[in-house]
């Protein structure tokens, strides 16, 4: 799709948007160390702090409440060296979906506020990655003191629109696919940072389209400060996802009868800060809700429960700012699905995925969300499709 200037400094790929997402955008791309312009998603719609499926491109500055609370949050897909049929071969030797779903259930903590319950969880438990995080922490200065069970969350789910599922490429291969970020304690680290920000720009009388835009600036010791913690953040994020991708691999080879081999293994963010060259320029690119879709970068799409997910490689769009959208977006907020969905309709578009059935996942209905298949199409010029996966097993976080 050919990008729409919808102002100065703002580019649009989505053919589905409305006024509200638009005017949130026109107001973070109204900042003035916005460079060289914002770049819209095919997926984005209305947000907290600046709206998702955003990439925001930042000279000299950058925005905390933009980046978001879920420091890091993003996708893992590993393909298998399992098809479709070693799985219906162990379906016929009696191992039922639904068993493998509640083994998922018990091996991984699924809801906001449930953690491993011991900091041991046997072969499984992650004291490689835990002992990573501890050092960089203590020789960067990270102030963990907000969280002090961090270790209990790593190896969780979380809510939401978070999921684990098993899943069918073109070919029949088997993918183990997971959607996750930094859980509570990147959810304190992002709320502390706010509020210097908005504590900041309030003691300085700098006059904002609206607080959620406070920023903080690259010449003060809170820039650094940040940084440092953000960059924790999205670390942890990215080995909380190879943990329970590690868990989810062990259950899976224990349920069909062999160890699982990674044939490929993809672990990327959505909701994160980095340093990049864009139009001649050194910038902080935030990308909230949006994927590195630089040249033969590879990603994952997920679509909503229920549908297509789609594994993509990047194009290196210069316009698109090297990004790419991070999921199908909402359509409806989750208030206004529970009004126009119910239960069964929610069992009627999972026919034939086996999920965990209840009013918890309605707001999670795949038509509360856009259509995965025309944002793809929305976002053709900025990421090439390799794979195409289909559902067989859902976990959702509640």
């Not at 509020?195 to 389209?209: G, V």
């Not at 409806?332 to 918890?360: C, K, N, P, Q, W």
């Amino acid at each position: 799709m050919t990008p729409t200037r919808t102002g100065r400094k703002l580019l649009s790929w989505a053919s589905e948007i409305d006024g509200g997402t638009l005017a949130q955008a026109s107001e973070t791309a109204s900042m003035s160390f916005v460079y060289p312009h914002v770049a819209l998603m095919p997926d984005a719609h209305l947000g907290k702090g600046a709206a998702v499926g955003t990439v925001i491109p930042t000279r000299g500055a950058v925005i905390p409440a933009a980046v978001g609370v879920d420091i890091g949050c993003g996708m893992i897909a590993t393909r298998t060296q399992f098809d479709a049929g070693d799985v219906e071969r162990a379906r016929n030797a009696g191992r039922a979906l639904h068993t493998l779903r509640t083994r998922i259930e018990a091996a991984i903590p699924l809801s906001p506020g449930h953690y491993n319950a011991a900091t041991s969880l046997g072969e499984w438990f992650a004291k490689n990655k835990i002992a990573e995080l501890e050092d960089r922490a203590s020789a960067e200065g990270v102030d963990l003191s907000h969280s002090p069970r961090w270790r209990q969350q790593l190896g969780s789910l979380g809510g939401g629109n978070h999921f684990i599922e098993l899943c069918l490429d073109e070919q029949d291969r088997v993918w183990l696919f997971l959607h996750s970020g930094s859980r509570g304690v990147g959810n304190k680290i992002a709320q502390k940072h706010i509020k210097i920000a908005q504590d900041r720009c309030r003691r300085w009388h700098i006059k904002l389209p609206n607080r959620d835009l406070a920023y903080l600036a690259e010449d003060t010791p809170e820039f650094g400060d940040y940084i440092r913690e953000l960059r924790w953040a999205q670390r942890f994020a990215y080995l909380n996802r190879a943990e329970m991708m590690d868990r989810f691999a062990a259950v899976f080879g224990e349920w069909i009868g062999a160890p699982v081999r990674e044939a490929e293994r993809i672990n990327c963010h959505h909701n994160y800060t980095e340093q990049e060259e864009h139009y001649g320029e050194t910038v902080w690119l935030t990308r909230k809700g949006a994927v590195d879709a630089h040249e033969g970068v590879a990603a994952v799409i997920p679509g909503s429960m229920g549908t297509r997910s789609y594994v993509v490689v990047g194009k290196g769009s210069k316009s698109g700012l090297c990004s790419a959208p991070h999921g199908a977006g909402r359509r409806f907020s989750r208030s206004e699905a529970r009004r126009r969905f119910t239960v069964g309709d929610l069992a009627e578009r999972m026919r034939g995925i086996e999920y965990r059935h209840g009013a918890a996942w309605v707001d999670e209905i795949p038509d509360a969300y856009k259509d995965i298949d025309v944002v793809m199409d929305d976002a053709g010029d900025l990421v090439e499709v390799r794979h195409e996966l289909r559902q067989i097993v859902n976990v959702k976080g509640t």
